[in-house]
Structures are given as structure tokens and as C-alpha cells.
């Protein structure tokens, strides 16, 4: 079983979309971990930089030299690459269930209000 290991972390999820989509176009297989709710809480990971690219760790080394050509002047295509790798990965990601049985983001309060007024009406008794 491969052990994932730290790549980089980045300020900005954009950014670190596009070192994803620039390594799966060089073969090398990597995660991208966010603090931001799977993409519904954007301002969580706002200021945090907790947008972190993880890679297995026997392709680190191979993985540090592709992302230092980030820094190198890409050409349009090879921007245009990267970042079609980069919404290739993001559309195939699972999407957050729709329909009569989803759970809405604020889902949580119910039971938290119920314990609520159940310590409420418990005090007073």
C-alpha cells in the first residue's frame, strides 16, 4: 500500500488544482486535500493556505522536479494542458447527492437546536 506524503501547499485551490493537473499529465498520481467542505465553504480555506497536494511517496522526488517547472514560463498549450488535466480531475469528483433524501449543509442544527431546547426544558423543570 503506497504511503501519501506533503507535496505543497498552496493559498489559493486554483493553484492547487493546476500542480495536480500538471503531475496526472506527467503519470504521477496525486491528491489534493482542501479544508473548504468539498468546495462548499470556500472562505474556510481562505487565508489558511490548507490547500495540500499529496503524492505516494516513492514518486516525491519525480513529483518535486515537475512542480518546479511551475515556476519555468509555460507555453498556451502547456498551460492549456495542465488545466484541462486539472477540470478532467475536478469533474469526475463525486458531486454532493441532490434530490428528496440530500442532507442540506445546515442539517446539523436540527439535532443541535433539539438538544438545546431539550437542556432548556430540562433547567426549568
Do not use: C
Not at 42 to 58: A, D, E, F, K
Not at 68 to 94: C, F
Request: net charge negative; no cysteine; aromatic share 8%.
Amino acid at each position: 500500500m503506497d504511503r501519501w506524503v506533503l507535496l505543497q501547499t498552496y493559498f489559493h485551490k486554483y493553484d492547487a488544482e493546476m500542480a495536480v493537473g500538471l503531475l496526472q499529465e506527467s503519470g504521477i498520481e496525486s491528491l489534493l486535500q482542501s479544508d473548504d467542505l468539498g468546495g462548499l465553504r470556500l472562505h474556510l480555506s481562505l487565508g489558511m493556505g490548507n490547500n495540500r497536494v499529496l503524492v505516494p511517496q516513492q514518486d516525491l522526488a519525480r513529483a518535486r522536479e515537475v512542480i518546479a517547472t511551475l515556476d519555468d514560463d509555460l507555453s498556451p498549450e502547456e498551460l492549456a494542458g495542465i488545466e484541462e488535466a486539472a477540470l478532467v480531475r475536478k469533474s469526475t469528483e463525486s458531486l454532493p447527492p441532490k434530490g428528496p433524501n440530500a442532507v442540506s449543509g445546515y442539517a446539523w442544527l436540527i439535532p443541535l437546536i433539539a438538544a438545546i431546547l431539550f437542556l432548556a426544558f430540562y433547567a426549568l423543570s
